[in-house]
Nanobody, 115 residues
C-alpha cells in the first residue's frame, strides 16, 4: 500500500507563489509516475502536471511557463512550484502516484488565489 501526504496549500494573492509537496511512503514500485491534479467547485478533476521516475514532465496548457513539477533525489517526494498564480488556479490540488496499473491519491490540499 502507498500513502501520499500533501502539504503547502493556502491562501495567496494573485501573482503570488506557492509550493506544494507530496511525500509518498509504503511499497513504491518503479517505474512510476507522480502528478498533481486539481478540482475546482463544479468542475471535473484535471491534470496539472506529471513527472515520471525518469524525470519526464508534462504540463497542462493553462499552467505552462508558470508551474514546475520536480521530484527529490529519492523520487518519493514530488513538488509543484506555482508562480504567477491566478484566481482561476483556485482548486483542491491532489497528489497522484501511478505504478503498474495501480493508482494512488492523496487527500488533497486547498489552494485559494484571491485578493
Amino acid at each position: 500500500q502507498v500513502q501520499l501526504v500533501e502539504s503547502g496549500g493556502g491562501l495567496v494573492q494573485p501573482g503570488g507563489s506557492l509550493t506544494l509537496s507530496c511525500a509518498a511512503s509504503g511499497s513504491i514500485f518503479s517505474p512510476n509516475t507522480m502528478a498533481w491534479y486539481r478540482q475546482a467547485p463544479g468542475n471535473q478533476r484535471e491534470l496539472v502536471a506529471s513527472i515520471t521516475s525518469s524525470a519526464r514532465t508534462n504540463y497542462a496548457e493553462p499552467v505552462k511557463g508558470r508551474f514546475t513539477i520536480y521530484r527529490d533525489y529519492t523520487k518519493t517526494t514530488v513538488y509543484l512550484q506555482m508562480n504567477s498564480l491566478k484566481p482561476e488556479d483556485t482548486a483542491v490540488y491532489f497528489c497522484y502516484l501511478g505504478a503498474w496499473g495501480v493508482d494512488y491519491w492523496g487527500q488533497g490540499t486547498q489552494v485559494t488565489v484571491s485578493s
